[in-house]
């Protein structure tokens, strides 16, 4: 603005100055000639009077002094000239105020020279004996006048250019000063012109829409970040150029990357060929599903195009663990193929014993043994049938009555059931402990106490032990139940609580087991908000500890 003004203040300058300059060159150049034009007349009117009453003696006693003097006859002749030979010179007759003179008594013309810089002035007028007399000179035109002046214009200007150039440069600061000091975060604080009340009025307005927007705004993207920080979901918003725009901390955790990786390519954190794949089939169908593993954990991945231009456009990645429903949906199929294998076992056996019965091709002597196979494998399916119908009723949490019981008092009930079971194999089994009262569910307890001892007499060597312990803290109620049998190979005892799962699958079915009990020893802990831990060694037996919660 300062340059705007600066330089309009001078175009203005020079053009008042060149416009002054030319009007009194004008007025200048028209005084000197009509001074000199009346001068000539006068002289013209002088000589007519001397060439009336002394003829051509008079015209050759005159000195002419910047003028000069021709008389013509009245046929155009020179009869005489102050600067040069009449003899020499052409007739006249056809000069412009020649003729105009013998016509009307008087006439003038002007005549400019070859280079335009020179003009001759001529005034004629018509004496009584029928001659013209003719008085001429020589003047400069306007043209010459500027030539010769301009060494003094140039000085003129260039003295007008720099004072007009420090008073625009002044001026310009002076007006502009006000305007430079306006604070656009204040507009109305400040000294600046009146002229721009409205202008200022209409700025902050504008400012405090602005500032209440942009407050909005904040509000809104804390909120948004806020909400995807705490997501348990997976967020990822990238460009169409596949830069990523935002990440949440558990797409952090699913990509192994940080809130760093924001602006960089989405390729420098993930560059398997599944994901690669996704992305390319997003761009063709608009989104896509994948399925991905990551640390043991199962992912499902929602691809999404956001339909924009090429600019603006991106795409949106939510990742939702589905580990939970992945392993039950396995757990499910393996459990349904589990238990429809393992019905089939002791019902094929049994048809099929039935059947020999039933054909009369069974000695006689035979037949007891057949009746007890039946009876066996009956009772093995019904022990199957059981304990699956358990398992239904704590996947399903079906509701039961909580009561205080004396853990102590029920491991000692427990094991005297099981003492039969361990006398039969040579097991040692005692308790140990101290009375502790609980909150729980009567049948969940006899269920974790007896398949725990059970288990820990079936898979025992001959002449081993196997001590029930029961001790507390402040909170929960202690069951530890040690053997000193097989144990459990390291590989093995992850799956240990899973249903059906045997380390030894001939031992299963010589001991007898159906490969639930554990299954459902895990279940009825968690149902009672407990936990469940083991320790074993191959040979050197088995711990498992669980820890009950005494107010459920």
């Known amino acids: 603005m300062t340059k705007r003004i600066f330089s309009s203040f001078l175009i203005v300058v020079l053009t008042v100055l060149l416009a002054s300059f030319t009007i009194i060159l004008g007025v200048l150049y028209n005084h000197s000639a009509s001074l000199q034009r009346s001068q000539l007349l006068i002289e013209l009117d002088l000589a007519a009077s001397g060439v009336t009453a002394g003829g051509e003696h008079y015209l050759s006693t005159l000195s002419p002094d910047g003028y000069r003097l021709t008389w013509i006859a009245a046929d155009g002749t020179v009869q005489f000239d102050s600067s040069q030979d009449a003899d020499d010179m052409e007739n006249h007759a056809e000069r412009e105020e020649i003729q105009e003179a013998f016509a009307t008594g008087y006439g003038e013309s002007a005549r400019f020279s070859s280079t335009l810089t020179e003009q001759t002035l001529y005034f004629a007028r018509k004496l009584t004996d029928g001659t013209v007399l003719r008085i001429s000179v020589d003047r400069d035109t306007a043209l010459t006048l500027l030539l010769e002046m301009v060494p003094s214009l140039i000085v003129i200007l260039l003295g007008a250019l720099l004072l007009s150039g420090m008073l625009s440069y002044l001026v310009s600061r002076k007006i502009v000063a006000p305007l430079n000091a306006i604070d656009l975060d204040k507009p109305l604080e400040g000294d600046a012109y009146d002229e721009l009340a409205p202008l200022l009025n209409h700025i902050a307005k504008q400012q405090r829409k602005i500032l209440s927007q942009r407050q909005e705004l904040d509000r809104q993207k804390d909120e948004f970040f806020t909400v995807i920080a705490n997501m348990n979901e997976g967020l990822v918003l990238l460009s169409a150029q596949m830069k990523i725009l935002s990440i949440n901390p558990a797409a952090g955790t699913f990509f192994s990357t940080d809130p760093e990786c924001v602006g960089r390519d989405f390729y420098t954190i993930e560059r398997s060929r599944d994901m690669d794949r996704a992305l390319q089939a997003t761009i063709d169908t608009g989104s896509h599903e994948l399925h991905m593993n990551r640390n043991g954990r199962?992912?499902?991945?929602?691809?999404?195009?956001?339909?924009?231009?090429?600019?603006?456009?991106?795409?949106?990645?939510?990742?939702?663990?589905?580990?939970?429903?992945?392993?039950?949906?396995?757990?499910?199929?393996?459990?349904?193929?589990?238990?429809?294998?393992?019905?089939?076992?002791?019902?094929?056996?049994?048809?099929?014993?039935?059947?020999?019965?039933?054909?009369?091709?069974?000695?006689?002597?035979?037949?007891?043994?057949?009746?007890?196979?039946?009876?066996?494998?009956?009772?093995?399916?019904?022990?199957?049938?059981?304990?699956?119908?358990?398992?239904?009723?704590?996947?399903?949490?079906?509701?039961?009555?909580?009561?205080?019981?004396?853990?102590?008092?029920?491991?000692?009930?427990?094991?005297?059931?099981?003492?039969?079971?361990?006398?039969?194999?040579?097991?040692?089994?005692?308790?140990?402990?101290?009375?502790?009262?609980?909150?729980?569910?009567?049948?969940?307890?006899?269920?974790?106490?007896?398949?725990?001892c059970d288990n820990a007499i079936k898979y025992n060597h001959s002449d081993g032990t196997v001590t029930v312990t029961v001790s507390e803290t402040d909170t929960h109620a202690i069951l530890t139940v040690a053997d000193t049998g097989i144990g459990i190979p390291q590989a093995h005892q992850p799956r240990v609580f899973e249903r059906f799962y045997r380390v030894d699958r001939s031992r299963s079915k010589e001991t007898g087991g159906t490969g639930l009990g554990l299954s459902i020893v895990k279940h009825a802990v968690q149902y009672l908000g407990g936990t469940i831990t083991l320790e074993s060694k191959p040979d050197q037996g088995t711990v498992v500890t669980v820890l009950l919660p005494k107010q459920h």
Do not use: W
């Open 298 to 452: 199962e992912y499902q991945l929602n691809i999404s195009r956001i339909h924009a231009d090429a600019e603006s456009g991106g795409f949106v990645i939510l990742i939702f663990d589905i580990s939970d429903k992945y392993y039950a949906e396995q757990s499910r199929r393996e459990f349904t193929a589990n238990v429809s294998h393992e019905l089939k076992t002791p019902l094929q056996s049994i048809m099929g014993s039935a059947e020999l019965l039933e054909n009369g091709l069974v000695k006689g002597e035979d037949v007891p043994q057949f009746v007890r196979r039946i009876r066996t494998e009956a009772a093995r399916l019904l022990s199957l049938i059981e304990d699956t119908i358990h398992l239904s009723q704590l996947d399903e949490q079906s509701e039961l009555t909580l009561e205080p019981i004396e853990l102590y008092a029920l491991v000692c009930k427990e094991t005297e059931l099981l003492a039969s079971a361990a006398q039969t194999r040579n097991v040692t089994l005692t308790t140990s402990g101290k009375p502790v009262t609980i909150t729980a569910a009567e049948p969940l307890l006899h269920e974790i106490v007896y398949n725990l």
